[in-house]
């Protein structure tokens, strides 16, 4: 999921830049720079759904192919225009020209999307599936069809003039499943939150031990004693190393009590 963000970041972030290009060759390059993850968009989904469902044992094999699928779109983005021939000229902006090849890539981009939705129906059917499950399942085919309707922008690469709105249906189909991952628990992140939250206390107080003691040492007790780095740096690490574990402990313990206090 973080990948899929990560794609969808980058390909927005490249047709925002567009705005502020003028000049032929770099249209050019930012529209295969925007290319470059676009075209593992619907792989990743289908990554992701296959994860989700617990079936990746099952369809490894299938999501590895299409991930080798996009590789080799990837390289023909970069090798002449085959797949991505250039940008078309709009009102509103411009967007890429379809190559001769492109086509061949709309047919692996039906076949996971058609894959996804087999998985999904499926699931859904599965009588065994029940409660806050089959709601999470619900709320993923939901996602998956808002991500669907994003499908309608490839219309631009062939010459429609419109405005490309797909990322409004991709943006709703994230925020779908974000609010599925936090109200319906569709993945386990308690652990990462939990995790996160400690390292970053851990390393903040380590860090701010190690700055303080220098500090001060290098200041203030330089005034007075001879106090060199190699000493400050050496009761540094010693503070740091013994306030390490009564600090991971206690901010379990905060963690654990203001986070997820239901469970406390």
Wanted: some cysteine.
């Amino acid at each position: 999921f973080a990948l899929l963000c990560l794609e969808t970041f980058h390909w927005q972030a490249s047709w925002f830049a567009s705005f502020f290009i003028h000049a032929e060759a770099r249209k050019v390059l930012i529209v295969r720079i925007a290319y470059t993850l676009i075209t593992f968009l619907p792989f990743t989904y289908y990554h992701f759904v296959a994860l989700i469902l617990r079936v990746w044992e099952k369809e490894r094999l299938r999501v590895l192919g299409l991930y080798l699928v996009g590789l080799v779109f990837l390289i023909l983005t970069w090798q002449g225009n085959r797949f991505v021939a250039g940008y078309r000229q709009f009102g509103w902006g411009y967007y890429g020209r379809a190559g001769p090849l492109h086509l061949l890539y709309l047919v692996f981009f039906g076949l996971a999307i058609s894959r996804i939705y087999f998985l999904l129906q499926r699931r859904m059917k599965d009588p065994s599936i029940q409660g806050r499950r089959r709601t999470q399942v619900r709320f993923l085919f939901f996602a998956y069809l808002l991500f669907l309707m994003a499908g309608v922008e490839f219309l631009v690469n062939y010459g429609l003039d419109f405005y490309p709105f797909g990322v409004f249906f991709i943006l709703a189909s994230f925020g779908t499943t974000s609010y599925a991952i936090t109200r319906y628990q569709l993945m386990d992140i308690e652990v990462i939150v939990k995790k996160t939250l400690v390292f970053a206390g851990v390393f903040s107080m380590v860090m701010g031990v190690v700055a303080v003691v220098t500090g001060m040492s290098q200041n203030y007790l330089a005034r007075y004693l001879a106090v060199n780095t190699t000493l400050s740096t050496i009761v540094s690490v010693a503070l740091a190393i013994l306030l390490y574990d009564p600090t991971r402990r206690l901010l379990i313990r905060v963690t654990d009590r203001f986070l997820f206090q239901k469970k406390v």
